[in-house]
């Protein structure tokens, strides 16, 4: 059987030092007794090339597959491990250049955090791209590939920037709505000792002053006002009552569910220990009956 070769050349102006070591580690899985490597580095300023030619007593589509596998592997390393967070960093420094310098840098550690989970995937996406690409073309310029070949790549990339940007910020907003409230009701003068707030899951609900007496009554029928899927959906409308109001102590009387959504969490932030849950009365016990 004669001997085949083959040869992909690598060309680099910017990413030298970094493609070297990844080609050199995944040129290393093909050494065997029937493969010789012959691998060379020409400088051409600003460019460095690098040349992979394999020589190998096998079928011609074997010997193709493991130096196109082996350089698409190197590659798509390159992108996942450098390229790809020096991306993410340039665009939130133009993108968010609003933000201060410490926000900007919160949001460039969650987005990579958030990157990191899908790793895997986005890896093999490249690697298939440069697969492909060297099934038809023996040269491969990174910069050029990474320009024109991974339009879909860094457009997932911004839509993740952007995406956990706007989540990063409104949470920043939100604490700093708690945080201002907080400030307002401790400037405040309570208006009444103590409240009992009964929810129930049709959407009624009603505040009582420590002695049973009812001192607000409401049914929600609005879509935005409503319990929807077992949720309580009343947003602000409670809290600012709340506020009005000033309690010193407010005693919630509600199921599991209403007890954990959003809308009581934001009251029991705001208020903090001024909140705390029935474990189960008389008046009560109804809505710890209801489905969980």
């Known amino acids: 059987m004669t001997n085949v070769s083959s040869q992909i050349i690598v060309g680099t102006a910017s990413f030298r030092e970094e493609i070297r070591g990844k080609l050199e580690a995944e040129l290393k899985f093909l050494e065997d007794k029937e493969t010789v490597i012959n691998y060379q580095e020409r400088e051409e300023p600003p460019w460095t090339f690098f040349l992979i ?5 096998n079928q011609l589509g074997e010997r193709k597959f493991a130096s196109r596998f082996a350089v698409a592997k190197a590659i798509s390393d390159l992108f996942i491990n450098h390229l790809e967070a020096d991306y993410v960093k340039d665009y939130i420094e133009d993108e968010y250049n609003y933000c201060s310098p410490q926000d900007r840098f919160e949001i460039v550690s969650v987005t990579l955090e958030t990157l990191e989970k899908l790793k895997i995937i986005r890896r ?4 298939q791209s440069v697969f492909d ?3 038809e073309n023996q040269i491969i310029i990174i910069e050029g590939f990474a320009r024109f070949r991974l339009h879909g790549y860094w457009a997932q990339l911004r839509r993740i920037v952007k995406r956990t940007g706007e989540e990063f910020l409104a949470a920043k907003d939100y604490l700093e709505f708690v945080r201002l409230l907080r400030c307002f009701i401790e400037m405040q003068e309570s208006k009444i000792d103590e409240v009992h707030i009964f929810i129930s899951p049709d959407g009624t609900f009603f505040i009582c002053d420590k002695k049973g007496h009812v001192i607000r009554r409401e049914h929600i029928c609005t879509p935005s006002l409503s319990v929807i899927d077992g949720e309580f959906n009343y947003k602000d409308y409670l809290l600012s009552m709340l506020i009005t109001l000033v309690p010193e102590t407010i005693i919630f009387h509600v199921s599991d569910r209403i007890w954990e959504c959003d ?9 903090e220990n001024r909140v705390v849950r029935c474990s ?9 009956s209801s489905k969980k």
């Open 133 to 135: 690409y060297l099934a």
């Open 124 to 127: 093999n996406r490249i690697l």
């Open 53 to 57: 030619q394999l020589s190998r007593k």
């Open 280 to 288: 189960g009365c008389e008046r009560c016990q109804h809505l710890y």
């Open 263 to 271: 809308p009581l969490r934001t009251i029991q932030r705001v208020f």
